[in-house]
Structure formats: structure tokens, C-alpha cells
């Protein structure tokens, strides 16, 4: 079969998309299409014509790996096969199912009508690529569901269901038979007539009060942090209402010139397939298949349990949440009814999906009833003699088949596997709070973790809407291990003079949605003295740790709590505070340290710079298979801002060199043994390599 079938039913030119994995509009999915149309029109026995999707997907959009190669500027280009269907005097219907999205919904929308079935979604997600719908997309789309909805909708990029996207006016009707309905769709068109295509549809676009895109401006540009895209897409939504279609259709395209051209735009495509290529480990064949999950216990009803168990009721797994302290356990369930009935008064899920999603989730006091799991997820506190106690049980109680997980963000996972019978069946599996939001999950293995393990956690992941990354076993894994780096060097430079307000705007400047002194407030300082006591112990002999905030908490000053931190608050809002910088002063002049001021540069370099350094040292020891896998781990665990790519592909654009300089600046203040360059970044500077060349200087033993 070639990319697009064309075959004649009941007087209907059926064009069949059949392009794996997802129906991508490539050239040959293009040029396809434009024969399969002129063929239908010059056929007289055809009334009308159907475009569908083979496979799972309607179409995915434009082929992204086709983006910078001739292929993606060769006719037909998209917009001249739109202008083909707009013009085809047969009327053109779109057959949705599984997905229609960027430019498989904007080719979509230049036909004369859309059906889909419920479980179809629609959308226009180029903003997560940093790029507009440049198809017509900005255009088209408000003309169906008015500029509210239009500037909502492409702004985020969201997905909308087929039900809504039927409310909205985006889709005309919802079939149940996808293929023989909308023949029959096809057929009503063409007796009743070939209807004006979406351009011409005007009331939707005209007379829209000019305050309507102030209002949106100000109110979502503050979710933007730093992107670009958005703004542009207010833009050119707006020229949609304001000039004729060309005129708008030539902005848009100006538009979306100029972010394809963009750092972001190379930045969130990097990101978009290191997120796939995470997925695949090159030690684990593709052949191995995952085992089914089909049930999990999570034991532990704190937080993070909760939340996790939360995370597999979601996505349709039926979970135990295992506790033996009964008082616990009925808190563990409250705080999670408590969450639900949040999201359902926000309006994100509702009544039915609260019901179904909290009834997946049993509570249960102790070990005796775990036959019918397929996984466990331990969730309790960092302790090793009690995870190894849990671990010898869980070992007994579940089935021999069944993979235990454990949750811990720094214990080593050959420990807590020697207390089974099964340590190729243990992994860790680190998950971020709250882990019903946050994306990351963090794979561990240890020595013994088999492929098959390894295989099934991370299909796992994918299948509960999380970014699985695996890591190797070490102290943070790929993770915590540089976030000591982040936070500590913001310490170094308040010892030295900078202000927790100019570090904290400097972060946030670049992406991050709250600084790392604001942070500290807010997770409040009481326990970090604890962790960092012990930390301490471990330190090399040429580092000191910075001692501001055991300071800060012997002032009584232990963050948000105590409305008093490393700034002042008045309710949430954070005020700076003379008092914390006088602390600061006078343990800088205990330590003997000169305090300066600093740039705003130096700052980001300071903050950002060593984050890549240790990134390099963990890809030296092989914590992290790839340089991508740590970007996705800090986008999606830490907050770092996915349009710079992640930490390691922006260390790249910026140039290797920088963050090597700094390396050595940090690593001569503060102790070559943890602050100093890697060896492999030294050689990548040295040789002028990026990180594709790592591996192979890596395996050449550097
Ligand atoms: N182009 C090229 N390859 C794509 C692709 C695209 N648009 N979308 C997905 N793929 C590839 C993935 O890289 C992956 O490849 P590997 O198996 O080699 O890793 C494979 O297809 C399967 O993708 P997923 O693992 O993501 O599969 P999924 O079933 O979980 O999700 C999906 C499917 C929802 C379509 C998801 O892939 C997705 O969101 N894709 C991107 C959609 C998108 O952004 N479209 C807009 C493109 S830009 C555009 O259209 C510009 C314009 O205005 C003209």
C-alpha cells in the first residue's frame, strides 16, 4: 500500500492515510493526498470524498523530522494542498479518530466538514514546539469556536475531546461507524450541496472588542515564563479578526518563519524526541516484552504514596494503598477524596471520573491479601532497616512474578534488593510531589535489575502519563545529585554579596517557576538542617558546606511557615528583608568572607553552569545513559524551563566552554573533588565536541 490509499465506496473517494507511527504529513503523505484529490474530482462516478486515517491516529501533523530538510519545503506544501481541498467542488469530509492534531486538524479545517468519533481528540499543540499552527490554524480556528476559545485552545496546545470539540463547533458531528459515516456525511453534503469552506465563515471573527486580547495578554502571558510562541499566537489571532484572510494568513506565515528560526523552537524539539528516545534503553532489546500491570500496592498513605497511588488510579490501574497504621491510612484516603473534590470544583474532571478514580483505590491495613498484584511501589520514609523490613514481606506476600518498586530519592537499590529473593525484580521508581502532577519518573537500577524489569517500568510510565527516564544507582541518582549544586550555589553567592532577590529574579527570568531562596521558604528550613547534618559528614575534605540556613533557623527564621526565611511574607507574599541580609552579612564576616556585588550573568552562570558539570560527570560514570535523558529528567522533576531544552542541551548552545570555565572558577572556591570540571567536558571543550560525541570518548575510557 502506498502512503495514501484511494478506493471508491458508494460513490465516495475514500483517501486512506497509512504512514506509521502516526500518519505524520510528509511529502509522499502530501503529494498522496493531492493526487488521491484531483483523481476524486476528475472521476464523474464520485459525488464526494473522505479523508481518514489508517492505524490508531487521524494524522499527527507535520512530519517534525522532516522540519529543515528540503522534503518539508517541496510542493505540494501543505498550504497548497489546503488550498486544493478548499477549492475542490466535491465536498471534502475529515474522518477523526485517535488524534488530528497541528497540521493533520489544520488540513482538517480546510475541509467542508469534520466528523469524528468520541474518543477522537483535536488540537493545535505547535506552542509546545515554539512554533504557531502555521497552516492556517490561527485563521481558521477562530472562525469555527470565536477568539475566547481560539486563543485558550492554541495557547496551550491542549488536546480538546471530540465531544467538546463537537460543542465548540470544531467537529460537526459525532459518528459511532467512522468510515461508513462519514460516507454518509459525505453524500448529505454533496445532495444538499458543497458548503463555503472555513475561511469564508466570518460572523464568528467580526466586531471582537480589541480588550478581549489586553485582557488575555495580561492575564495568561504570566504562565509564559519566557516563551515567545504564545505572545506570537496572540498576535496573529488578533490580525485574524482585525484584517482580510490573506492579509492575516501572510502575518501568520511571517510569524511562523520566525519562530521556526528560533532557539526555542530547536530547544522544544530537541526536547520532543528526548523525551521518545528516553524511552528506549540500549541494553534492553526491543523484542523484551513489559508484563502486564494490571494491579499495584503502594505502601505508604503519606504524600507521596497517595500521590502515586493517585497517578495509577488516573490512568485506569486499580491500586492497593497499604498502611498499618490505621489512623494514617484513613488520613492517607482523605487527603486524596480532598484532592479529587479540588479538581472537581476547578472543573477538571467531574462527578463520574471522581467516583471511578477514587474507587479504583482500595485502602488496605497489612500484607495479607497482595496474590493479585503485578507490582509494588514502596513509598515510606528514608530509612533502609525499615525499607529492608518491608521489602523481606512484600517478597512473601506478592506473587513471584510481581516487580517491586521503591520510591527512594537516595538509598542504594542493591541493598534493599538483597532483603528479597527477587533482586532482578527490584527497581527503583522515584516519583516527584505531588506524583499525581508531576511528569518525572525516575527508573533506578540496581546491579541485578533485569532488562525485563527495567522494560515494564518504563512502559509503565508512559502508560500513567508520566516521562520515565532510567537511572543508574548512585547517591541522587541523575536528579537530586545536581540539584545539591543549584541550591548550594545560591548560598556561596549570598555568603559573597549577591541578595536573594536578584537570585531569585535571575532564575525565574530564565524559566524556573520559583527561585531557589523562594524555594527553600517555601519546603522550609527545619528538616534541611537534618539532611544536611548528615550530608556533612560525607563532605570531601576540601568543600565546606555553607552554614546560612542553620543560621536562619536558630533566628527562628525557618521560611513561609514562620513568615520569615531568607525574605519577610505577608500571607504568600514574599517581601525582601533587611534583617535576612544582615544575618547573611554577619555570617559571611564569621566565615571571613569578602562580599561584591554580581551581575545578573554571572549569576545565571553560577546557578545554571555547575548543574551541567555534574550532568557530564554522571554521563562519565554512566548514572545517565544520554545527555537528553537529563534534560528530561530536569524539565520534568525539577521545573526547568523546556523551552531552553533542558539543562544540558542549553549548556550546549551556550557553549560548552562557558561551563567549563565555571567549573574551574567553582571548583578553586569551593573544592576541586565535587566542584570541579568533568573530565569528559574537558575533553569535549578541548576537542570541540558536543554531547553526541560522548559516548564514544566515554567508551574510549576518556
Ligand atoms: N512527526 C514525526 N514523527 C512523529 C510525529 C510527528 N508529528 N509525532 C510523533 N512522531 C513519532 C515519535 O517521534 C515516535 O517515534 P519513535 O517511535 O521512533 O520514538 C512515534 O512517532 C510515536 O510517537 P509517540 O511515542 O509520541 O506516540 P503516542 O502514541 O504516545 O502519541 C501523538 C502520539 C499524540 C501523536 C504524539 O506523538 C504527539 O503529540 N506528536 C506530536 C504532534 C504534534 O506536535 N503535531 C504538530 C506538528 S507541527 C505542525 O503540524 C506544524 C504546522 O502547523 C504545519
Redesign the pocket.
Known amino acids: 500500500m502506498s502512503t495514501v490509499d484511494y478506493a471508491v465506496q458508494s460513490s465516495v473517494a475514500v483517501l486512506t492515510v497509512a504512514y506509521p ?2 500518519n ?2 510528509s511529502l509522499a503523505v502530501r503529494a498522496g493526498l493531492g493526487e488521491g484529490v484531483a483523481r476524486a474530482i476528475a472521476d464523474p462516478a464520485v459525488k464526494a470524498i473522505v479523508v481518514i486515517g489508517s492505524g ?2 487521524f494524522i ?6 522532516e522540519f529543515g530538510t528540503p522534503n518539508s519545503a517541496a510542493e505540494p506544501r ?1 498550504q497548497t494542498l489546503q488550498a486544493q481541498f478548499e477549492a475542490s467542488p466535491k465536498p471534502i469530509v475529515a474522518a477523526i479518530h485517535g ?1 488530528a ?4 486538524l ?1 488540513l482538517a479545517l480546510t475541509c467542508h466538514a469534520r466528523v469524528a468519533v468520541q474518543s477522537a481528540k483535536v488540537g493545535l ?2 506552542v ?2 515554539g ?1 504557531l ?3 492556517g ?1 490561527t485563521i481558521r480556528l477562530p472562525r469555527l469556536t470565536g477568539v475566547v476559545v481560539a486563543l485558550e485552545a492554541i495557547t496551550t496546545g491542549r488536546h480538546i475531546g471530540a465531544v467538546e470539540a463537537n460543542k465548540l463547533g470544531i467537529v460537526d458531528a459525532i459518528v459511532f461507524d467512522l468510515k461508513a459515516d462519514a460516507i454518509g456525511y459525505a453524500l448529505k453534503l454533496a445532495a444538499e450541496g458543497t458548503p463555503p469552506p472555513v475561511r469564508d465563515r466570518n460572523d464568528k471573527i467580526t466586531g471582537v472588542d480589541p480588550k478581549v486580547f489586553a485582557d488575555f495578554r495580561a492575564r495568561a502571558g504570566k504562565k509564559w515564563r519566557g516563551q515567545i510562541a504564545p505572545a506570537r499566537i496572540v498576535d496573529v489571532i488578533e490580525a485574524a479578526t482585525t484584517r482580510s484572510f490573506d492579509d492575516a494568513k501572510a502575518f501568520e506565515n511571517e510569524q511562523f518563519k520566525a519562530l521556526m528560526e528560533s532557539d526555542q523552537r530547536k530547544a522544544l524539539i530537541h526536547y ?2 528526548a523525551e ?2 528516553a524511552r ?1 534503553i540500549p541494553d534492553v532489546p526491543a523484542d523484551i516484552k513489559p508484563l502486564p500491570i494490571r494491579k499495584v500496592v503502594v505502601i505508604g498513605s503519606g504524600l507521596m504514596g497517595g500521590g502515586i497511588a493517585m497517578s495509577f488510579a488516573n490512568a485506569g490501574i486499580p491500586v492497593k494503598l497499604l498502611d498499618i497504621d490505621a489512623e494514617a491510612l484513613a488520613r492517607g484516603m482523605g487527603v486524596i477524596r480532598k484532592t479529587y473534590e479540588t479538581s472537581l470544583s476547578r472543573g477538571s474532571i467531574t462527578q463520574a471520573q471522581l467516583d471511578e478514580r477514587f474507587g479504583r483505590i482500595e485502602p488496605v491495613g497489612g500484607y495479607d491479601d497482595l496474590g493479585d498484584v503485578d507490582m509494588a511501589i514502596e513509598a515510606v520514609f528514608e530509612d533502609m532497616a525499615l525499607k529492608q523490613k518491608i521489602f523481606a514481606l512484600l517478597d512473601k506476600a506478592t506473587p513471584p512474578h510481581a516487580i517491586l518498586g521503591t520510591n527512594t530519592s537516595s538509598l542504594d537499590i542493591d541493598q534493599i534488593a538483597s532483603a528479597t529473593t527477587r533482586p532482578d525484580k527490584v527497581i527503583g521508581a522515584h516519583f516527584f510531589s505531588p506524583a499525581n502532577v508531576m511528569k518525572l519518573l525516575e527508573a533506578v537500577r540496581g546491579s541485578k535489575t533485569s532488562a525485563e524489569t527495567i522494560a515494564t517500568v518504563m512502559a509503565l510510565g ?1 502508560q500513567i502519563g508520566k516521562a520515565p527516564v532510567l537511572a543508574g544507582n548512585c547517591d541522587g541518582f541523575i536528579g537530586n545529585r545536581m540539584l545539591q549544586y543549584y541550591t548550594v550555589n545560591a548560598e556561596y553567592m549570598l555568603e559573597r554579596g549577591a541578595t536573594p532577590e536578584q537570585i531569585d529574579r535571575v532564575a525565574e527570568q530564565f524559566g524556573m517557576a520559583m527561585g531557589p531562596l523562594a524555594m527553600r521558604d517555601l519546603a522550609g528550613m527545619a528538616q534541611a538542617v537534618n539532611v544536611r547534618a548528615v550530608r556533612k559528614l560525607t563532605l570531601p575534605a576540601d568543600e565546606r558546606m555553607p552554614e546560612l540556613v542553620e543560621r536562619m533557623v536558630e533566628a527562628g527564621r525557618i521560611g513561609q511557615k514562620s513568615s520569615a526565611g531568607f525574605y519577610r511574607y505577608d500571607g504568600r507574599e514574599r517581601l525582601p528583608d533587611p534583617a535576612a541580609l544582615d544575618l547573611i552579612r554577619a555570617e559571611a564576616q564569621r566565615q571571613g568572607i569578602e562580599q561584591r556585588s554580581f551581575t545578573d550573568e554571572e549569576i545565571l552562570a553560577r546557578l545554571f553552569h555547575p548543574l551541567v558539570n555534574e550532568g557530564a560527570k554522571e554521563l562519565e560514570e554512566g548514572i545517565a545513559i544520554r545527555a537528553s535523558d537529563i534534560d528530561v529528567a530536569w524539565v520534568n522533576g525539577y521545573g526547568f524551563p523546556v523551552h531552553t531544552g533542558g539543562p544540558m542541551f542549553w549548556g550546549e548552545q551556550i557553549g560548552l566552554d562557558k561551563v567549563l570555565a565555571t567549573a574551574r572558577t567553582l571548583g578553586a572556591e569551593n573544592g576541586q573533588t565535587r566542584w570541579g570540571p568533568s573530565r569528559l567536558l574537558e575533553r569535549l571543550v578541548a576537542e570541540g565536541k558536543g554531547w553526541k560525541d560522548a559516548p564514544a570518548l566515554i567508551a574510549a575510557g576518556l
Open positions: 507511527p502516526v505524520a504529513l490508531t491516529i499527527a501533523g507535520a512530519d517534525i523530522s501543505l488524534t492534531l497541528g497540521g493533520g489544520e499543540p505547535e509546545k514546539l512554533l499552527p502555521g497552516a490554524g520532543f524526541f521518545r528516545e528506549k508512559k
